[in-house]
């Protein structure tokens, strides 16, 4: 007798579902190259042997996983027949919310299927990590695997999500309506919507601090924003932001923005806009950048400012862009900042996490090779690869959202500048993978020449702040951490919580959160972490004091920006900012 619910036949969904689970499992292994064309179809049971053929494993371990694995298999099964509910056999880990709506858990059917998806995720993953290979290569297996188990969820397939069919059903089918028409507009766009884009103007309601570009050349509009209080600091911040994205995520709504906090604490700053790479521009190196960009920035606020130092500040790859241009300097026997701070930025790119994945293949070989001579890198193909880090909270959590529930994106300023993506010239972006991720020149004195001069990091002899955050994916914390130990000067490591964006733009204004300080910086990052206090709230203020020991005696704040020979160009935030992707 077959059992039903509803119009639902569960033995062949049931069936199904085992078969799935053995379809992603070969796949899996067959990428790896252990298993010919011929394996066996038996479901559950055969599901766990699987894993016996995977990476040349030690049969002891896996013998451990496979018997754990169909243990529970059966325990979630008799529990589910038995009790009406499947029971807690296996929880979800610590933020994955893919499961935590309340219809996973009303409903017996779908409380199995989330439940016998983790199971087989995680056996698959214990299998991987009790491989006797090696670790780089573990890593890339792990990495594929885990891509593998996200596209697989049952939370991203409209059958197999009871939140899905919920609202299907009370909407008479009109949210799968709605859904296929947003999966069709995203289609002719081009990329998935992760953000509600009509909410949002640049100049508007974001990047609005008011301002005036001073500056300009073919790589950069520089903008110093008009002072708010009487009094200001002498020495000006001079920030160098990333060049993925737009500047402004750090001068995003007027209670989220950087830029304007420390204006209203009495600081001149000034920042860099890069320009969005066209194809007039493709020709634009690693060497252009740190001389028309970071150097320029640096000269031209000095002379604005009338000071013989500023402070500098590098966002992520702004801050290798900032460490290399000072090294350049100091080679040359200039020592143009009072202080350098180093904000979710790398130095040391021996362990740069998850997304050095990307660069062990052949095929980036090549391609490097062919940026070198010229190319536009779009700024779309590096966001769809960040993302694919975070793919369940990046990628799929949006499916779902649009095109399975018919609902648009939220309208989130965060959301919304991490899909205003920048273009790169090939021949910078060649460099910058072969010189920092993959051969981790910047750290090697005079392994790399920039601007004809070596580049060693030991010539910089200033007061160093060094900010990262807990949960950054990018750029890893305890590898951020190594720049203390590359600076001459007096280091501050502060590191925040949160991930990428939301630990450096934590607003005074909400003071979520927490952070880290006064550790011991003379040993590695764990120990930093052990003896550091942890700090409720925003890091702002505490960046703001230490940055105020190094800005100089207090002066009268000026009337105007720029000066004779920088004048106005137009408000900011300027019209480079405002060039999309071509």
Known sequence: MQSTIGSINLDSLFQALWQAQQDYLTEAARRAGVLGDSVSKNPAIESGRLLLDLYRLNAG???????????????LWSSMWMKNTAGSVVDTQKGDRRFDAQEWKDYPLFDYIKQSYLLASDALLQVIDSANMDEKDKEEVAFVARHFLDAMSPANYALSNPEVLKLAIETKGQSLVSGLKMMAEDIGKGYLSISDEAAFEVGENLANTPGMVVYENELIQLIQYRATTEKVHAVPLVIVPSVVNKFYILDLAPESSFVRYYVSQGYTVFIVSWRNTSPASQHLTWDDYVEKGVIAAIEVASEITKQKKVNALGYCVGGS?????????????????????LLIAMLDYANPGEIGVYLRNAFLDQRLKALSQGGVVSGKELSRAFASLRANDLVWSFVINNYLKGQKPQAFDLLYWN????????????????????????VQPGAMTVCGEPVDLDLIDVPTYVFNASEDHLVPWKSGYESVKLSR??????????????????PFSRNKRNYWVDGDVGGSADEWL??????????????????????????SAPENVGNGKYQEIEAAPGRYVKEREI
């Open 530 to 555: 052990a003896s550091a206090q942890s700090m409720p709230g925003s890091w702002w203020p505490h960046y703001a004091a230490w940055l105020k020991g190094h800005s100089g005696k207090e002066v």
């Open 61 to 75: 371990k896996v013998a451990g996983i496979e018997g754990e694995y169909i243990e529970k298999q059966f325990a």
């Open 321 to 341: 862009l900032l460490a290399c241009a000072l090294a350049v300097l100091a080679s040359k026997g200039k020592y143009p900042v009072a202080s350098m701070t």
């Open 419 to 442: 899909s205003d993506d920048s273009n790169l010239p090939g021949p910078m972006f060649s460099s910058y993978l072969r010189d920092c991720y993959a051969e981790n020149k910047l």
């Open 489 to 506: 000067g007096k280091v501050e490591f502060v590191l925040g919580g949160g991930g990428h964006i939301t630990g450096p733009v934590n």
